[in-house]
């Protein structure tokens, strides 16, 4: 007997899930929201060691970043669950939508100003450093209202079409995902030990990350999603040996990897949309001729 089917309640006549089942994926959801609430105050914690000069804000801003990747892993369980329990609800919908907003809008983005923007001003003038640092604080307001614009267009629309439709049998997010942008923030801040950028050219670099990041969460570009991926089937040999590799290297290289799989997927939907442009240019090129 599969879980949906242990999870049927006996006396419903259409076949429910018990009440007890729903509970099931609010339970991740809502370790979700916790480990958000934690990344926020790790960064409050973070920037008051850093201010007053006392050691260990670079551990704090690790453990945020850890926090926040946490909360990615837990965010691809709650749903799958629901659908493998078949306890998906509109309540459901809602609470992942919030706790996405606080996990990968609120936290990545005060990570983001607390870590890569706040500390930046050492031997420059006083206006140039204010100029910086309301540059930083947009951008970084930037980054969390993209991603709840993200979360909204995700809500209200059913089965959208990327601006640059791939194959019709695979699955595609439009625009890059919340969590997606959340993992290029805190896999950068983990790579790099959590010691807080001072230098202000790093700084901008990093404001045109944010930037970047937010474009590409309100485009219609086409990304790969894993959602078709179905666990219950056989994979070949070779998919296991791959993430047997996987997880050998978070074990061994957790920072490199995590940072090499969150920048690569993102330049994923950049180099798709090039690709495409590309193609359409030389076919009219072919056309011409």
Request: aromatic residues 12%; positive net charge; glycine residues 10%.
């Amino acid at each position: 007997m599969g879980l949906r089917e242990r999870l049927v309640d006996p006396r419903s006549p259409d076949r429910r899930p018990r009440k007890a089942a729903y509970a099931l994926p609010t339970l991740f959801t809502a370790g979700n929201v916790f480990l958000g609430f934690v990344a926020i105050m790790r960064c409050f914690h973070g920037a008051m060691l850093a201010a007053t000069g006392a050691a260990g804000a670079a551990d704090q801003f690790v453990v945020a970043a850890q926090a926040i990747g946490a909360a990615v892993f837990l965010d691809g369980l709650d749903g799958r669950i629901a659908r493998m329990t078949n306890t998906t609800s509109d309540f459901g919908r809602e609470m992942d939508s919030l706790a996405d907003v606080i996990s990968f809008g609120i936290a990545p983005a005060f990570l983001a100003w607390a870590w890569g923007i706040n500390f930046v001003g050492a031997g420059l003038s006083h206006e140039f450093q204010d100029n910086l640092q309301n540059a930083g604080t947009f951008l970084s307001f930037l980054f969390l209202i993209c991603g709840a614009a993200r979360l909204a267009r995700f809500n209200i629309q059913h089965n959208p079409t990327p601006k640059n439709p791939g194959r019709p049998d695979r699955k595609y997010f439009v625009g890059l995902a919340i969590p997606a942008a959340a993992s290029v923030v805190a896999s950068i801040v983990y790579a790099a030990g959590g010691d807080p950028i001072t230098w202000w050219p790093l700084s901008v670099a990093w404001m045109a990350l944010l930037m970047v990041l937010g474009f590409l969460m309100v485009s219609t570009w086409r990304y790969y999603s894993f959602k078709g991926i179905n666990l219950s089937k056989g994979y070949p040999w070779l998919i296991m040996i791959l993430l047997a590799a996987v997880i050998y290297g978070i074990v061994h290289w957790a920072k490199i990897l995590f940072l090499v799989m969150a920048i690569s997927y993102m330049a994923s939907g950049i180099a798709i949309r090039l690709g495409g442009i590309l193609r359409r240019h030389w076919r009219h090129g072919e056309h011409k001729t």
